[in-house]
């Protein structure tokens, strides 16, 4: 498909008339009939407006051999363990949203990892989020990336995880675990692991 091609296919799905899209770009109808008929070609600025407006990469509306099925594809595809945590750690922070007792619980979190099959995240045993995982270990984990706007959600089962490796491995990444869990407050310290039931990125 042209650029052309998937500018009108993609428009008439929003179900944006070529006047609508001309006046949301604050363009003549003509200029956007002629990119639709790969007469003319969007500048730079209007090109990222239409992307952001038609929901596609630029990458997309630009390369011809990118049909519309492998767009589909790559937006829905599944995300490994370690993709999740990547976008999770752009952004900074996640959400745990709990339920225990009918009682809905969000939280702020930091500190989450991912051995790229399922994801791993630390608590305290003394903390009331413990409590709530332990009684209804169904979650969701949500993120938001500020520069992209775009936010993943997870859903799946919580476990506590007892592997010395992913101990290991969450306490190298995270180093201000050791300082805070010394001695006797080490057995507070608690890693759940996260078994992923679905992901979406939006």
């Known amino acids: 498909m042209t650029t052309g091609e998937k500018l009108a296919a993609l428009r008439k799905r ?12 604050k363009v003549s109808r003509q200029s956007v009939s002629r990119w639709e008929m790969d007469a003319a070609f969007p500048e730079t600025e209007k090109l990222i407006k239409l992307s952001k407006l038609l929901e596609c990469s ?8 990118l049909t519309e099925d492998k767009l589909v ?15 999770i750690r752009e952004c900074g922070y996640f959400f745990l949203a709990t339920c225990a007792d009918g009682i809905p619980r969000l939280r702020p ?15 305290d045993r003394r903390k009331n989020v413990y409590d709530d995982l ?8 949500a993120s938001y990336n500020l520069y992209t706007r775009k ?3 997870i859903s ?3 476990q506590a995880d007892g592997s010395a490796q992913i101990r ?6 995270y180093p201000m675990i050791r300082q805070e869990y010394v001695d006797q407050d080490e057995i507070f310290f608690v890693i759940f692991r996260l078994k992923m039931e679905s992901v979406s990125v939006n």
């Not at 290991?168 to 990444?173: K, N, S, W, Y």
């Open 14 to 25: 929003k179900g944006i008339t070529q006047e609508g899209l001309s006046e949301i770009l």
């Open 58 to 65: 630029i990458d997309f509306l630009l390369n011809e051999e």
């Open 73 to 87: 594809r790559e937006r829905y595809r599944e995300l490994s363990g370690a993709e999740c945590v990547q976008f």
């Open 109 to 123: 979190m930091g500190m989450i990892y991912s051995d790229d099959k399922e994801l791993f995240f630390v608590t």
């Open 134 to 141: 332990m009684k209804n270990p169904q979650v969701e984990l």
């Open 151 to 153: 936010w993943i959600r």
């Open 156 to 158: 799946g089962r919580a």
């Open 168 to 173: 290991e491995a969450m306490l190298d990444l």
